[in-house]
């Protein structure tokens, strides 16, 4: 069998990478943080020019029309060089369920200014620490020939840039998928800090008209759960990235860094906890890229997504923390560049719900499956 990479992935991200390496310095990156800002406008107008933003997209409404091993190679090279750009919410969150799920014309209304234009989408999935996203409290009715939506909703990525928001909500008809413009009257918008600095949104929905439902009003819980699965694969594939890239930069530093008039990396302690970050940094790509060959092939892939989480969660955050340790002193500068990565694999596994969660979580479904074949 060959692992290699196919032609396409290789273009995508040595066209990511290349946009990214002339774009997203140390220096832009320090002055977005200045500034109070997070989002990246004119990188992402060049990732859109680029059609990257709509790499995975239907062919039909102007995307590449690749699959979910090429979007994990894109999302890999944003976390190689922590990309201030909401390729996980436009993509993965907002884009990829209507594309799946969303009727001909839903797709042509929303998806096309994504390719066309770099708009971006979101979903709202998060109402209060460990609730299931595929059993909201917020509430939609009718009213009349519309849906109204009443709720709260926390931890909103890019809700502030977003043309629509995905929003989950339970109705008489069962738990629906609804569309809201976030700028809507019957919204407000509120801002939360992530760990790494992105601002997110508190969504506040009070009447709020619903512009669109993806699917039927009770397929909201299969379409929450086919968003979560990705989501959950997409955050892993941006934590390949940033550890990735924080070996890199621990390996650079201790090669010229000098005690005792050796480099540090000649040492065999700091020698052996960069190996481990290499080995690491190894396992998670190849589990990442296992599950994003199943998800594109159409298979089951429960379990192997269930594995890049825990393994993400785990040595993401391992790995981030032997850099940072290798780096001395520095390492704790937050206006040092690996600190950034540091962050980012942090935000990660808390957005993967954290290692201990999700070595649970896998090894009840493998003993479920087991009882199951028995």
């Known amino acids: 069998m060959d692992f290699s990479p196919s032609e396409e992935q290789q273009a995508i991200r040595e066209l990511a990478r290349q946009i990214f390496e002339d774009r997203v310095t140390h220096e832009r990156l320090l002055e977005l943080e200045r500034s109070g800002e997070w989002f990246d406008a004119e990188l992402w107008s060049a990732l859109a020019e680029a059609n990257l933003t709509a790499a995975t997209l239907p062919e039909e409404v102007g995307g590449g029309g690749f699959g979910m091993e090429e979007l994990c190679c894109l999302l890999e090279e944003q976390g190689r060089f922590v990309a201030p750009v909401p390729l996980l919410a436009t993509c993965v969150l907002g884009a990829g369920p209507i594309a799946e799920f969303g009727s001909a014309e839903q797709r042509e209304r929303w998806l096309r200014p994504v390719a066309e234009e770099g708009a971006v989408l979101t979903a709202a999935l998060v109402e209060y620490a460990g609730a299931d996203p595929a059993n909201p409290r917020a509430v939609a009715r009718r009213a009349g020939d519309e ?9 909103v990525m890019a809700a502030e840039q977003a043309r629509a928001v995905l929003v989950p909500a339970r109705s ?14 019957g919204v407000t918008l509120s801002r939360q800090e992530s760990s790494h600095r992105e601002p997110w949104s508190r969504m506040l929905l009070s009447g709020a008209p619903a512009i669109g439902l993806l699917g039927a009003p009770g397929d909201g819980a299969d379409i929450v759960a086919w968003i979560a699965e990705r989501a959950a694969l997409a955050v892993a594939a941006i934590q390949v990235g940033v550890a990735e890239a924080a070996t890199r930069h ?22 052996l906890r960069a190996a481990d970050a290499f080995i690491d940094v190894e396992v998670l790509r190849g589990l990442v890229m296992q599950a994003a060959w199943r998800v594109g092939a159409g298979l089951e892939a429960r379990a192997e997504i269930g594995a890049a989480r825990w393994w993400a969660a785990t040595a993401g955050q391992r790995v981030t923390h032997t850099a940072q340790h290798l780096h001395g002193g520095i390492g704790s500068d937050v206006e040092y560049p690996i600190h950034r990565y540091f962050l980012w694999s942090k935000q990660s596994e808390l957005l993967l719900g954290g290692a201990s969660q999700q070595l649970a979580e896998l090894g009840s479904f493998l003993v479920g499956d087991a009882r199951a074949a028995a």
């Open 172 to 185: 008489d008809e069962g738990v629906g998928v609804f569309l809201v413009d976030p700028k809507a009257v």
């Open 250 to 271: 621990t390996a650079a530093y201790v090669s010229e860094r000098k005690q005792f008039g050796r480099p540090l990396g000649s040492f065999q302690g700091v020698a």
């Open 147 to 155: 849906w109204r939506l009443d709720g709260e909703k926390h931890c």
